[in-house]
């Protein structure tokens, strides 16, 4: 009969000892570290009573012994910028600024793609080898138009030139226009054209109406000349002379007229030159005109072929015809693709519009899903889209990324990582303590006294915790030590 109360009594001793050394355990599994003198309250403020606690299960009393051996650290409460990363999924694709699209420039038979598919080409390389008939026919028009250019460019010059043969015999009459002298007039061998005959022939009647004025100034006192004689030689030089200074403005105005339409010549010229190069240029994908390229066909047994090349510098990423094929002008027949830029296109969602304040040139970041080890890629923000996509509710947003080693191609899957910093109230992850789905925070009340504060969370990452609700600035709280002291009031209660 005596047996039954003693093991009862037995029972009670072992679990009272059972849970002293649990709770022995859970305060003592931190190591002992110093106490935050900064944080911590003054020995002489009061702490709560044994009565106290055991009112308010949330309150709990901590001697200074035990905060040593679990190593509290504590911390104050501050509103600092709480970085607010976004992902948005999105897609790369080429950078149209960087890739080629080589389209057929008239009626064409692919002959052969000098560049295999997925090989580099840089630009004014050998690409793609066609044929047009057209091609012959625009040759054989290139040449003439040459010629013809050259023919009135001569003209040009040439009018030029006998102009400044005229100022120059113009000059020279004006120097000696009140005593006429044929000692300075130019050789035969001076080509003057139709405007310097004009005006040497109507000098030298002037000349001579003025030789024979001077003779009759002369004899006109030794009565051998009547002065009616006289009178109608002075007459003559007057109407020589107004005859020289018309030939002189006529031929000035001729000069002028044949060296404006001489120019218009040309500009007519050189306009149908340049639109036949153009379409030369066209044909051979050349950025800039090149002459040597142009007027040499490739194989001169069969002038109807010839190479186009390469755009810009990149990799032969799509091919549309075989060889033999014919194109139609303007479809597409080879894509040249620089992918050492690529863009990041993204949509962003009605719930990421205030992530619209973004502008051409800010930096974020980008991941390629299946490529983590590629880690968060730099990248640039491009364009941000000005209306709303009907299909799918969302703002187009785009990045532009470098792709120097040639890891990633179009089509991957990516997600864009925006940040936003904003003001919160920040917590390292390790201040905060979770029981039975709601989380706390261990406030400090006084020196030996804590009080553990249910909270609402909001976003997180690997080092810090934002607090939606239930926190104040300022309060000094737990952030190492956590779990042995916030563990003691549950095993309390419990």
């Not at 679990?15 to 003198?37: C, D, I, K, N, Y």
């Not at 010059?157 to 002298?181: C, D, F, G, L, Y």
């Amino acid at each position: 009969m005596l047996i039954l109360p003693f093991l009862c009594l037995t029972a009670f001793v072992v679990a009272l000892r059972s849970s002293e050394s649990l709770r022995s355990f859970v305060l003592g599994s931190s190591s002992a570290t110093s106490v935050s003198e900064s944080n911590a309250f003054d020995q002489t403020e009061p702490t709560g009573t044994a009565d106290e606690v055991a009112k308010d299960p949330l309150l709990i009393h901590v001697s200074s012994t035990m905060q040593l051996s679990t190593g509290v650290q504590f911390a104050t409460i501050k509103v600092s910028d709480w970085s607010d990363d976004r992902l948005i999924p999105a897609k790369l694709e080429l950078d149209p600024g960087r890739h080629y699209a080589v389209t057929a420039p008239a009626d064409v038979i692919v002959e052969d793609l000098v560049v295999p598919l997925g090989g580099f080409v840089r630009r004014g390389e050998p690409l793609l080898e066609m044929s047009s008939s057209q091609l012959t026919t625009l040759r054989g028009g290139l040449n003439r138009q040459q010629l013809l250019t050259q023919k009135a460019k001569r003209s040009v010059e040439w009018h030029r030139e006998i102009q400044e043969r005229v100022k120059e015999i113009i000059a020279n009459i004006e120097k000696t226009s009140e005593n006429p002298s044929r000692d300075w007039l130019p050789s035969p061998s001076v080509q003057t054209a139709e405007y310097g005959a004009k005006i040497l022939s109507a000098y030298a009647k002037y000349w001579a109406a003025s030789q024979l004025a001077q003779i009759s100034e002369r004899v006109i006192n030794s009565g051998v000349m009547a002065e009616k004689a006289m009178i109608e030689r002075t007459t003559d030089r007057e109407g020589a002379k107004a005859l020289l200074r018309g030939a002189i403005e006529q031929s000035r105005f001729d000069l002028q007229q044949a060296i404006l339409e001489a120019e218009s010549d040309l500009a007519a010229a050189e306009g149908s030159l340049q639109s036949i190069q153009s379409d030369m240029r066209r044909y051979l994908g050349l950025k800039k005109w090149d002459g040597e390229l142009a007027s040499k066909p490739m194989n001169p047994e069969l002038p109807d072929r010839f190479i186009h090349y390469s755009p810009g510098d990149g990799l032969v990423f799509e091919r549309y015809f075989a060889n033999g094929e014919r194109a139609s002008m303007g479809e597409l027949i080879v894509l040249v693709a620089d992918i050492k830029s690529l863009w990041c296109v993204g949509d962003l969602r009605q719930r990421d519009w205030d992530l619209l304040q973004l502008k051409d040139g800010d930096e974020v970041k980008a991941e390629i899903i299946g490529l983590e080890s590629a880690g968060k890629i730099p990248a640039r923000i491009e364009m941000v889209g000005g209306t709303v996509q009907n299909a799918t509710g969302s703002i187009r947003l785009t990045a532009s990324i470098h792709n120097d080693e040639l890891k990633f191609r179009p089509g991957m899957i990516a997600r864009l990582i925006l940040n936003r910093p904003k003001p919160a109230i920040v917590v390292p992850v390790g201040a905060v303590f979770s029981h039975d789905g709601v989380e706390y925070l261990v406030k400090q009340e006084s020196r030996e006294d804590f009080r553990l504060v249910p909270i609402k969370i909001g976003r997180r990452n690997r080092e810090q915790i934002e607090i939606a609700e239930g926190a104040q600035t300022d309060w000094s709280i737990l952030v190492a030590g956590v779990f042995p002291i916030a563990s003691q009031a549950f095993l309390e209660k419990e």
